[in-house]
């Protein structure tokens, strides 16, 4: 078994195509099929179905992956270790959309400054894929929200996967937006809309909107699940929905100052890393952030 058979395996199973995978490797599609032939020869098991052009993972696929993405990762973070002192290699970087938007263009741009040679990836979703994702070794790190309750330096990061750890970065004020001229609201019973914009479940400000508007005696709230701000704005410009969202994203909307706000709650935003985890490449990172924070 060796390295480049497993990079071949996590692109084919990520991928779910062979000619997508050499592509991606900038491999003949005759050595990807090549390889993995010799890496399931050499288990003694199927690691994918062949459904035509589609592969997908057995049982057995799935379950070698994980281990594939622990090996691959702990090889990178040994050929960063010997250049302990100096940023190098990749660096794969989780985060929510709201981050990646309002707070991270200025510390990756000065950290690719510094360091043109590390190669960072960046991934965006929820709070609860993306820190799924870094608890599989599939993301080195990545920008969070708490999605629990009190103070920054109580927070309990193993509510979002086991064996996380984290530093606080900053506290971001969240704002229940309401479509233009609605009237004011005091209480979840002033809201005359009744569906929600935002993302897909296990992002942690759908979360914090639907505790406060889902009250006994009102009526249902309807979810409508869309993959941007500037979606879940156009909703709420409808007039068709509200929506949570942090203060650092309206203001780089430029009809924000159309609709109606309220401040909801605060949210503690960290950036976790599996524990023990720690690469010049990601301290020099979480510098770069600490320092707009």
């Not at 592509?23 to 599609?29: E, S």
């Not at 070794?137 to 929200?145: G, S, T």
């Not at 009237?183 to 759908?206: H, I, K, M, N, W």
Request: proline content about 5%; hydrophobic content about 45%.
């Amino acid at each position: 078994m060796e390295f480049a058979e497993l990079e071949i395996f996590r692109a084919v199973a990520r991928e779910q195509s062979v000619t997508r995978a050499a592509q991606a490797l900038d491999r003949v599609q005759s050595n990807v099929t090549t390889r993995l032939k010799q890496l399931e020869d050499d288990l003694g098991v199927a690691l994918f179905l062949r459904d035509g052009r589609r592969m997908t993972l057995t049982p057995e696929g799935q379950g070698f992956l994980d281990y594939a993405e622990r090996i691959l990762a702990l090889a990178e973070e040994a050929r960063q270790s010997v250049h302990a002192g100096r940023p190098s290699g990749t660096l794969r970087v989780g985060s929510m959309e709201s981050t990646a938007a309002s707070r991270l263009p200025g510390p990756l741009a000065r950290f690719h400054a510094c360091w043109p040679d590390v190669h960072v990836q960046i991934r965006t979703g929820t709070t609860q894929a993306i820190a799924d994702a870094v608890a599989a070794h599939q993301l080195d790190c990545a920008a969070v929200a708490y999605p629990g309750d009190g103070p920054a330096a109580s927070a309990d990061l193993s509510l979002l996967a086991p064996g996380i750890e984290g530093t606080y970065l900053f506290t971001e004020q969240l704002m229940l937006v309401f479509p233009p001229g609605h009237p004011e609201v005091r209480t979840p019973a002033d809201v005359q809309v009744r569906s929600l914009a935002g993302f897909a479940r296990g992002c942690t400000y759908r979360q914090y909107a639907q505790d406060w508007l889902s009250r006994p005696g009102l009526p249902h709230w309807n979810v409508v699940e869309v993959n941007s701000y500037h979606a879940i704005m156009a909703c709420v410009l409808a007039g068709t929905s509200v929506a949570l969202l942090p203060q650092s994203v309206l203001e780089l909307h430029r009809d924000a100052c159309a609709v109606r706000t309220m401040f909801l709650r605060d949210a503690h935003i960290f950036m976790i890393r599996r524990a023990g985890y720690d690469t010049a490449a990601y301290r020099a990172l979480l510098r770069e952030i600490l320092r707009d924070a």
